[in-house]
């Protein structure tokens, strides 16, 4: 780490803190984050001042505990374990400044680049998928507000639709949140994070039955359900 900080930028060491905690067993993890916490909490700090127009913003319990959110969801793109098992202070999830929703929809994507990604895989889908892909384009296109369910075997095309679909949704300037319930499967999608992040959803919510996610009634979610799928 301290070889780390002196290159990397925040999201790395982040990357290799996680890597450490999990594959390397350190010995006080605690002390680890209380060393490094403010390297590995830069970038959160940086956006705080930007946000706050102040220059001066000091490091602060909320930016730490925002620094343990991420690497908690790191922890869990790879392992079921949390922050507590390794010793560290539990992330306040309901506390964050970062609004995961926010971010999410907030997420600049270039018309170009989108346009160009449709014109390229737009003829390539096979029949089935193109009835699929109107289906779907046709709902959103009519404000229809569908569910769709895509089931098919493995590797015939359903992650390849669902980013066709994400891309001309927001070619045509309307949102299209892209969730999955692992950080693998996030990857796969253009834009793509893990539901229980964005959502705020409990971890344990396979095994509480009342479970409910924590998301603020706000603008940009009443702004969301009016004008996306
Ligand atoms: N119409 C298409 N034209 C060209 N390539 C395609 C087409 N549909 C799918 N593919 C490619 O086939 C491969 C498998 O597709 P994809 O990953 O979308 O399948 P999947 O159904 O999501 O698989 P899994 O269920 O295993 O996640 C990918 O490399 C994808 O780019």
């Known amino acids: 780490m301290s070889d780390a900080i002196i290159s990397e930028p925040a999201t790395k060491l982040r990357e290799l803190f996680t890597t450490i ?7 006080d993890p605690l002390e680890l984050w209380n060393k490094f916490r ?56 309901n506390n964050s400044l970062l609004d995961p929703l926010e971010v999410a ?63 001309k949704v927001r070619s045509l300037g309307k949102l299209a949140l892209a969730v999955a319930s692992s950080g693998i499967a996030a990857t796969l999608l253009a834009g793509g994070r893990t539901a229980h992040s964005t959502f705020k959803l409990p971890l344990t919510v396979s095994l509480e039955k009342d479970s409910v996610c924590s998301i603020r009634k706000m603008d940009l979610w009443e702004k969301f359900y009016k004008t996306s799928v």
């Open 38 to 93: 403010d390297a590995l909490c830069e970038d959160i700090l940086n956006r705080m001042r930007n946000e706050n127009q102040d220059m001066t913003l000091a490091y602060n319990d909320d930016i730490y505990n925002d620094g343990l959110i991420i690497i908690e969801d790191k922890i869990h793109e790879i392992s079921d374990k949390s922050l507590t098992d390794f010793g560290l202070p539990a992330a306040k999830r």
């Open 105 to 167: 929809l907030r997420k600049p994507y270039n018309l170009n680049d989108l346009n160009e990604y449709i014109t390229e895989n737009e003829p390539r889908l096979v029949n089935d998928q193109v009835t699929t892909y109107n289906c779907v384009m046709k709902s959103v296109s009519f404000n229809e507000g569908k569910i769709f369910f895509l089931d098919a075997p493995g590797g015939t095309g359903k992650t390849f639709i669902t980013n066709l679909i994400l891309a």
């Open 21 to 27: 905690l999990i594959f390397c067993q350190p010995s």
